[in-house]
């Protein structure tokens, strides 16, 4: 009773939670929504927006050299003395100078492109802190979508125990189960119970942080976020190319660029100091009292230059300039910064990329299989053929499974996202900009260019030219080393799913091409069409025994046309390389061909397999959803 007690409160608060942490009532968002809220009202964004209007202002007081200086002087005071004249009197006077500059050893003119160049760098700071919000408000969007996932998963994981914990209780107070297995149950029950409260608590964790980015909680539903249309031509291109396109559109590593050339304008500022003054100046005063102070009004005006040198003050020129020659120094030690975290952040978020797309039919056949044998070890539990601790491995594992294809789904994403921040194009990746923000042309003093080559070189690590042992084909037969049982068969052989060549006893479909560049249906008179639902494992070409029947549908049709042929169609996802998919599409339409001969005694003569590889996709991207449609295999009656 007492369990029953403490697994209706988890579940009450379960509930509670989910509920709390997803706002029910705010609508569905998407992640352009959040992060356009985000850039537009970020306090860490503002102030980066006042840094920059801060140096457009600087602009405007350097060029305040250019223009003349007026002054305007008056006084007036009371005066008593013991001697002239006049003892005791009211004095007044007034006068107007004019100071303009004509040469200061350019010092006004270094001044405003160094305040030009630096409003750049503001600008580029701008750019690449709302690059950097944009991203972290991305993550905290799919971090979000992660845990309500995992968070699911873990409910239905524990209510899986709360069944089967009900079962084996109701066995043991009849008497005909095992304490053992209640205590066992027991005890994965608890380890459910951790596994949903872990996953609460790291929901709680990144609502909280993107309650911080965007401030607000984000809604009841979440629109999916898919990047792989946003990315460059990109993570297929190496990754010379990849930073190449970087160095162009990464703000924080064109900030330091710019830096670095403010700074230069720093030290023409600091070497005008050893270069005389020359101004024309222009006065007209007057005044009630002459200079014996008598009452006599009299007047001045005087018209021109002045010059002014220094010769000697402490050695503060010299410093200037040798501060000024460090602070360039300083700013390319910052621009090699930018270069190597630019550098290593694209080329992990380009390797993850990589990695994951390709681990991830392997993540989801593995999904799908414990899902498949959970269902069956329960349905034999029922009936005793399977023991407790089966039972309870097998739903562990789906849940482990689940897990672990869910991560990675969202890793991939985030990795694309770290790759287009990297790149300084998320935010036009998402199709949101930061309102009222000036370009570069409209700041610069003068726009830079440089040579990548020299600048931020594209190192490669040294795994970057190494093949991958689940690409490795060493015979080139289309069987990676990893399955390959005959690594060294003759080039151009028929082999089989294990690499090695194929017996002339084995039953062959009809002697016809096996790759698409040879075949045409120019020629054929087709009868009927249709796609033949089998899903094969990744890297395979065997037909699970449970889609035999799917080949109902090519048998009718051969059964109902005398004189017809069928042509199996074999098609690849475009994941992957592009010579194994053609040789393995090849392969799974050759073992549906031979399984009709088997299965259905159907003369070989009428049957036909070509391979198409990845040259006919239904949907042309790389996603999970286009991976699902284009690897398929389908089937054309023709009449002989």
């Known amino acids: 009773m007492k369990k029953r007690q403490i697994l209706w409160l988890l579940g009450l608060v379960t509930f509670s939670l989910s509920a709390q942490e997803s706002s029910p009532g705010m609508g569905s968002a998407s992640l352009e929504h959040y992060v356009s809220k985000s850039i537009n009202s970020n306090p860490e964004i503002q102030a980066s927006w006042r840094q920059l209007q801060i140096a457009m202002k600087d602009v405007d007081i350097a060029k305040s050299g250019y223009r003349p200086s007026i002054d305007v002087l008056?006084?007036?005071?009371?005066?008593?003395?013991?001697?002239?004249?006049?003892?005791?009197?009211?004095?007044?006077?007034?006068?107007?100078?004019?100071?303009?500059?004509?040469?200061?050893?350019?010092?006004?003119?270094?001044e405003v492109s160094r305040f030009k160049q630096a409003q750049v760098v503001r600008y580029y700071e701008l750019m690449g802190e709302i690059e950097q919000k944009s991203l972290e408000t991305s993550l905290a969007y799919m971090d979000v979508q992660l845990y309500?996932?995992?968070?699911?998963?873990?409910?239905?994981?524990?209510?899986?125990?709360?069944?089967?914990?009900?079962?084996?209780?109701?066995?043991?107070i009849a008497g005909v189960g095992r304490r053992a297995d209640l205590e066992q149950i027991s005890g994965r029950l608890s380890l459910s119970e951790s596994n949903v409260l872990t996953e609460l608590s790291n929901l709680h964790d990144v609502t909280a942080r993107f309650l911080r980015l965007v401030g607000e909680k984000p809604a009841e539903a979440l629109a999916e976020v898919s990047l792989s249309e946003a990315m460059p031509t990109s993570v297929?291109?190496?990754?010379?190319?990849?930073?190449?396109a970087a160095y162009e559109t990464n703000p924080s590593f064109n900030a330091t660029i710019y830096n670095i050339d403010a700074q230069r304008f720093a030290i023409d500022s600091a070497r005008s100091r050893y270069h005389p003054q020359v101004n024309l100046t222009a006065s007209y005063?007057?005044?009630?009292?002459?200079?014996?102070?008598?009452?006599?009004?009299?007047?001045?005006?005087?018209?021109?230059?002045?010059?002014?040198?220094?010769?000697?003050?402490?050695?503060?020129?010299?410093?200037a300039i040798r501060q000024a020659l460090s602070q360039v120094d300083l700013?390319?030690?910052?621009?090699?910064?930018?270069?190597?975290?630019?550098?290593?952040?694209?080329?992990?978020?380009?390797?993850?990329?990589?990695?994951?797309?390709?681990?991830?039919?392997?993540?989801?056949?593995?999904?799908?299989s414990s899902d498949r044998v959970?269902?069956?070890?329960?349905?034999?539990?029922?009936?005793g053929e399977r023991s407790l601790l089966d039972l309870l491995d097998s739903e562990n594992e789906y849940y482990e499974s689940s897990r672990a294809y869910v991560q990675a789904t969202n890793t991939l994403e985030k990795a694309r996202a770290r790759l287009l921040a990297a790149s300084g194009i998320l935010v036009k990746?998402?199709?949101?900009?930061?309102?009222?923000?000036?370009?570069?042309?409209?700041?610069?003093e003068k726009e830079l260019r440089y040579d990548p080559n020299h600048v931020c070189p594209a190192t490669r690590t040294s795994l970057d030219d190494e093949r991958n042992i689940l690409k490795r084909d060493s015979d080139s037969d289309g069987i990676v080393d990893l399955w390959d049982d005959c690594v060294n068969s003759a080039p151009g052989a028929m082999v089989d799913d294990f690499g090695c060549e194929a017996s002339a006893s084995e039953p062959q479909a009809m002697n016809t091409p096996a790759s698409a560049a040879d075949f045409t249906l120019d020629d054929a008179q087709v009868l009927a069409s249709f796609s033949?639902?089998?899903?094969?494992?990744?890297?395979?070409?065997?037909?699970?025994?449970?889609?035999?029947?799917?080949?109902?549908?090519?048998?009718?049709?051969?059964?109902?046309?005398?004189?017809?042929?069928?042509?199996i169609h074999g098609h690849a996802s475009l994941d992957g390389d592009a010579a194994y998919n053609q040789r393995l599409s090849e392969r799974r339409a050759s073992a549906i061909a031979a399984l009709l001969i088997e299965s259905a005694d159907i003369d070989s003569r009428r049957i036909t397999s070509v391979g198409y590889g990845e040259t006919r996709p239904l949907i042309d991207e790389e996603s999970l959803a286009a991976n699902a449609k284009n690897r398929r295999i389908e089937a054309t009656i023709i009449q002989l």
Do not use: W
């Open 532 to 567: 033949i639902n089998i899903s094969f494992a990744s890297n395979s070409s065997k037909i699970p025994s449970e889609y035999t029947s799917s080949l109902a549908q090519v048998i009718d049709a051969l059964e109902q046309y005398d004189n017809a042929g069928v042509i």
């Open 285 to 319: 005063g007057a005044q009630t009292r002459d200079e014996a102070a008598l009452n006599n009004t009299i007047s001045e005006a005087s018209v021109g230059v002045n010059f002014s040198y220094n010769i000697y003050n402490g050695g503060a020129d010299r410093a």
């Open 374 to 383: 959970k269902s069956a070890y329960m349905d034999q539990f029922t009936i």
């Open 236 to 244: 297929a291109m190496d990754l010379e190319s990849i930073l190449l």
């Open 429 to 444: 990746a998402l199709g949101v900009s930061r309102n009222g923000v000036a370009s570069v042309s409209e700041l610069a």
């Open 74 to 110: 008056a006084s007036s005071a009371y005066t008593e003395r013991n001697y002239g004249l006049d003892q005791d009197y009211a004095g007044h006077t007034a006068e107007i100078r004019l100071t303009q500059l004509l040469y200061d050893g350019f010092f006004t003119s270094s």
């Open 148 to 172: 309500r996932e995992l968070l699911s998963l873990a409910e239905k994981n524990l209510i899986t125990h709360v069944d089967v914990f009900k079962q084996i209780e109701e066995s043991v």
């Open 331 to 368: 700013a390319k030690d910052l621009r090699d910064k930018a270069c190597v975290d630019m550098r290593q952040t694209i080329q992990i978020a380009r390797n993850d990329i990589q990695n994951i797309s390709e681990q991830l039919p392997s993540l989801n056949a593995h999904r799908l």
